[in-house]
């Protein structure tokens, strides 16, 4: 890679575009890459000024806007680590990453520097006052683009931490090019691609998906603060791209204008995160004519595996691996062949360095050969194509035998009246686990449960007997998390005395 690592390819293609539009924002404001990129090059001087040095870690937990975009820039731009932090973390859970990573320097919002934790130097992104990288960066020199190589480090996310301490996965500035540079390819992005953005950018989706393949291929971005369906729908006709979480498209679908003339522009949609169900995959393509774009991607390793831009979109696979992408499948230490059920394991140039300062858990998570585990379990079909069963800590050992939730939940998301599914295990006296299914009413919150545990147990017949759900509980939603993940681990927690014997 040349010397200024993912930056250096990024100012390659938005400088010449430099008078551009870059991010639309609803409230009338346009940014071109000109000022974006001047913005980031100031307040990459602040943050020089502020004592940051290369190799430092930047966090940041502010809301969405495009400051926030020039602030990545500027980390990547400066040579420093962005660490981006979820807006919806307790300040407990904010103490715990800023001190595990020894950020030098912490940027949240205005109404959070009194409860930033002790440590790192803490500015905000407020145009005025003390500490404000905004005032700090109008007297800073524009900085140049620092050198790096291809194996420094540009980017730390924090796993999810449902069990155990959190991890920090260490993003490198190859890991990051290499992932959007094949996503531009697979993807087909053109010259008048329009993307509308509707995701967080604390998250690998909104920021390494969207962001950075726009940014690499100088596209216009319909920079939206969140997912609102009436300001989706008045901004959609002018897109050509959109990127979601299944939860938007079920949204979407819950309009009953919605359609054709929505989606009249629209050459792709795409779909990540979290699971997108064949009900709604069907179900939008009837009403639209468009087959939503699944992919399968993880913090440890930007995307992996992606459906076929041209050919078949197979509902409920999450297509073929990415270019200089390896996935096979394991069980055992063994190498499985097509069909056969276990846990998916990747390597290429997106595969992350590792754990931050966690040597004995990345040991854990590498095998032999650079194959990295992800955890999640799956199976290929002959030509190479992937479809998941769930998560490796999702399996469900009923009596010994293994049970997948992904199975019981496309069986239960295909019943009338069912909206959505999430199966688990919890203790069980006799079986060691039980199969309890999580049921959310079509109807919405205020309906009630559309079927009883009799004609649920009568639709689970074509099942094995163990596979079947020994109990059904209605919920209003599911927990999940902000990019739309359902929170199997709080279901567990919650209905842990299910089957507790009375």
Not at 462 to 484: C, H, I, Y
Request: with cysteine; net charge negative; proline share 6%.
């Amino acid at each position: 890679m040349t010397d200024g690592g993912l930056y250096a390819r990024i100012w390659a293609r938005i400088e010449p575009a430099a008078g551009r539009p870059f991010l639309t924002i609803p409230d009338g404001r346009r940014w071109t890459f000109g000022e974006i990129d001047a913005l980031a090059a100031r307040f990459a001087g602040a943050l020089a000024n502020a004592g940051a040095k290369p190799g430092d870690r930047i966090a940041v937990q502010v809301e969405k806007s495009a400051e926030n975009v020039a602030l990545y820039l500027a980390s990547l731009r400066g040579g420093f680590v962005y660490l981006p932090l979820n807006t919806a973390y307790t300040d407990a859970e904010l103490a715990y990453f800023i001190k595990d990573a020894e950020a030098a320097i912490f940027v949240c919002d205005p109404a959070r520097r009194e409860a930033a934790p002790a440590g790192p130097k803490v500015l905000t992104l407020s145009a005025t006052g003390d500490g404000s990288l905004m005032a700090a960066a109008g007297d800073a020199a524009p900085f140049g683009v620092e050198a790096r190589a291809a194996d420094d480090l540009a980017a730390i996310l924090y796993t999810s931490g449902t069990t155990g301490r959190s991890k920090g996965a260490m993003l490198t500035h190859a890991n990051l090019a290499s992932n959007a540079e094949a996503l531009l390819s697979i993807w087909g992005f053109r010259a008048d691609d329009v993307l509308l953005h509707t995701l967080p950018i604390f998250h690998i989706h909104g920021l390494f998906v969207a962001l950075n393949t726009s940014l690499l291929n100088a596209s216009e971005v319909i920079f939206m603060p969140k997912f609102d369906v009436a300001e989706v729908r008045r901004r959609l006709p002018r897109a050509t791209i959109m990127m979601g979480v299944p939860t938007f498209y079920t949204r979407l679908l819950a309009e009953k204008d919605f359609g054709p003339a929505d989606c009249r522009n629209i050459r792709v949609f795409i779909s990540g995160s979290a699971p997108l169900t064949i009900e709604t995959f069907d179900a939008f393509k009837a009403r639209t004519g468009h087959e939503i774009l699944e992919r399968y991607g993880m913090s440890e390793a930007g995307m992996i595996a992606s459906n076929p831009l041209a050919g078949e979109r197979v509902a409920g696979t999450v297509g073929y691996a990415l270019p200089s992408v390896e996935i096979r499948v394991t069980a055992d230490g063994r190498a499985l062949s097509s069909g056969e059920t276990g846990v998916v394991e990747i390597r290429g140039p997106n595969v992350f360095k590792g754990y931050w300062r966690m040597p004995e858990r990345t040991a854990e998570a590498f095998m032999d050969g650079g194959w990295f585990s992800t955890g999640d379990v799956g199976f290929l079909s002959e030509d190479g194509r992937l479809t998941l069963s769930g998560r490796e800590k999702d399996l469900i050992i009923v009596g010994g035998l293994n049970v997948y939730p992904r199975e019981i939940e496309e069986s239960l998301d295909a019943l009338q009246g069912v909206a959505e599914s999430a199966v688990i295990g919890v203790p069980h006296p006799d079986m060691g686990e039980g199969v309890l299914a999580v049921l959310v009413p079509a109807g919405g919150p205020a309906a009630a449960p559309p079927l009883t545990d009799g004609e649920l147990q009568s639709a689970m017949s074509a099942l094995a007997r163990f596979k079947q759900p020994r109990k059904f509980v209605w919920m209003d939603e599911l927990p999940r998390n902000a990019m739309g993940k359902v929170q199997k681990q709080a279901l567990r927690d919650r209905f842990a005395d299910a089957f507790a014997s009375k």
